[in-house]
């Protein structure tokens, strides 16, 4: 039998920051939500099935705001098949968490977020990626 396949172009309209945080998530998110009265939830875990990879299950957390929807992201799978690391973006893999951010959202907040992760001591290091530049960036669309 032929085989098909079905080409899906993606949007990727939201921004992306790596964080390295040597912390548990809950933890992170505890001094998120302080330091930026926000309130991440915690979500189920989603299972992500990346382009030929074994499945993964990824941990999150979502806020969701009139303004815009954010999610903070293990970069770290949860359940590793046959005991082995993976992660979400394997080419992010020295960031420990990801934060995405999608939304009609002024810059001016965007920038407010940036610097409230700069003033947090638990954060080591944050960048903010260009998401067209990531090549596995399909697996940020759950």
């Given at each position: 039998?032929?085989?098909?396949?079905?080409?899906?172009?993606?949007?990727?309209?939201?921004?992306?920051?790596?964080?390295?945080?040597?912390?548990?998530?809950?933890?992170?998110?505890?001094?998120?939500?302080?330091?930026m009265r926000i309130d991440f939830a915690k979500q189920a875990e989603c299972e992500i099935h990346p382009f030929n990879r074994a499945?993964?299950?990824?941990?999150?957390?979502?806020?969701?705001?009139?303004?815009?929807?954010?999610?903070?992201?293990?970069?770290?799978?949860?359940?590793?098949?046959?005991?082995?690391?993976?992660?979400?973006?394997?080419?992010?893999?020295?960031?420990?968490?990801?934060?995405?951010?999608?939304?009609?959202?002024?810059?001016?907040?965007?920038?407010?977020?940036?610097?409230?992760?700069?003033?947090?001591?638990?954060?080591?290091?944050?960048?903010?990626?260009?998401?067209?530049?990531?090549?596995?960036?399909?697996?940020?669309?759950?």
């Amino acid at each position: 039998m032929k085989k098909r396949r079905l080409l899906v172009e993606n949007n990727y309209d939201f921004q992306l920051m790596g964080i390295v945080a040597p912390m548990r998530a809950y933890k992170l998110v505890w001094y998120l939500n302080q330091a930026m009265r926000i309130d991440f939830a915690k979500q189920a875990e989603c299972e992500i099935h990346p382009f030929n990879r074994a499945a993964i299950k990824i941990s999150y957390y979502q806020y969701e705001a009139p303004y815009g929807n954010f999610r903070l992201i293990e970069n770290r799978a949860v359940v590793n098949p046959k005991d082995e690391i993976h992660y979400l973006i394997p080419e992010l893999k020295e960031f420990d968490f990801l934060l995405y951010v999608q939304g009609e959202m002024h810059q001016d907040y965007f920038e407010r977020l940036r610097n409230g992760l700069k003033q947090l001591t638990i954060v080591n290091y944050f960048k903010v990626f260009d998401v067209e530049r990531i090549a596995t960036k399909e697996n940020l669309i759950f």
